[in-house]
T-cell receptor, first 113, second 113 residues
Framework: GDSVTQMEGPVTLSEEAFLTINCTYT??????LFWYVQYPGEGLQLLLK?????DKGSNKGFEATYRKETTSFHLEKGSVQVSDSAVYFC????????????FGRGTSLIVHP | DVKVTQSSRYLVKRTGEKVFLECVQD?????MFWYRQDPGLGLRLIYF???????EKGDIPEGYSVSREKKERFSLILESASTNQTSMYLC????????????FGDGTRLSIL
């Protein structure tokens, strides 16, 4: 089945710092790749997605590029804000996993003013 | 806008009780999912459903069952609640297309005393 490795948190940054959260995966074939975000007290919501190699997903200043050769989908943001404090989940979805997304353990991001 | 509604945000039950968690979606989605979320473990799939009256076990189905009598409603049942089932439970839905993201409810925090 599919598996996901995310960098462990918490990641603590000052406002306006650059953010990278690493995500690598193993999956059958060509999975669709998703990043979800969970704000305190809420469920998960889609942040961005990419469905084929070299696609770049982007939303709210966050970006991630589908790297088939390295099976990675790292999340980046050039300048984080306090409001970005949340837990971020990487989730590939492939035929090897019956197209059920496999979630990483989540990376907590804390942004200080 | 897309909406997944879980019947309770917080629930307290006693050991041995039969517990029902309800989830309703208003998007006519074919697929629905139940996860539990525990610190350090991320999201773990309990059950999912491809369509009405169809269900498949996820990674941790023991001690749980599900019901999907109508397309919009997916119920999780704890047959005889135990303290190790204290957790956050998240419901999600998704269209039949596998490239589409899941939509999550806000979760039910269940405590078993």
């Amino acid at each position: 089945g599919d598996s996901v490795t995310q960098m462990e948190g918490p990641v603590t940054l000052s406002e306006e710092a650059f953010l990278t959260i690493n995500c690598t995966y193993t999956a059958t074939g060509y999975p669709s790749l998703f990043w979800y975000v969970q704000y305190p007290g809420e469920g998960l919501q889609l942040l961005l997605k990419a469905t084929k190699a070299d696609d770049k997903g982007s939303n709210k200043g966050f970006e991630a590029t589908y790297r088939k050769e390295t099976t990675s989908f790292h999340l980046e943001k050039g300048s984080v804000q306090v409001s970005d404090s949340a837990v971020y989940f990487c989730a590939p979805s492939s035929s090897g996993g019956s197209y059920i997304p496999t979630f990483g353990r989540g990376t907590s991001l804390i942004v200080h003013p | 806008d897309v909406k997944v509604t879980q019947s309770s945000r917080y629930l307290v039950k006693r050991t041995g009780e039969k517990v029902f968690l309800e989830c309703v979606q208003d998007m006519d989605h074919e697929n629905m999912f139940w996860y539990r979320q525990d610190p350090g473990l991320g999201l773990r799939l309990i059950y999912f459903s491809y369509d009405v009256k169809m269900k498949e076990k996820g990674d941790i189905p023991e001690g749980y069952s599900v019901s999907r009598e109508k397309k919009e409603r997916f119920s999780l049942i704890l047959e005889s609640a135990s303290t190790n089932q204290t957790s956050m439970y998240l419901c999600a839905s998704r269209p039949g297309s596998r490239d589409q993201p899941q939509h999550f409810g806000d979760g039910t925090r269940l405590s078993i005393l």
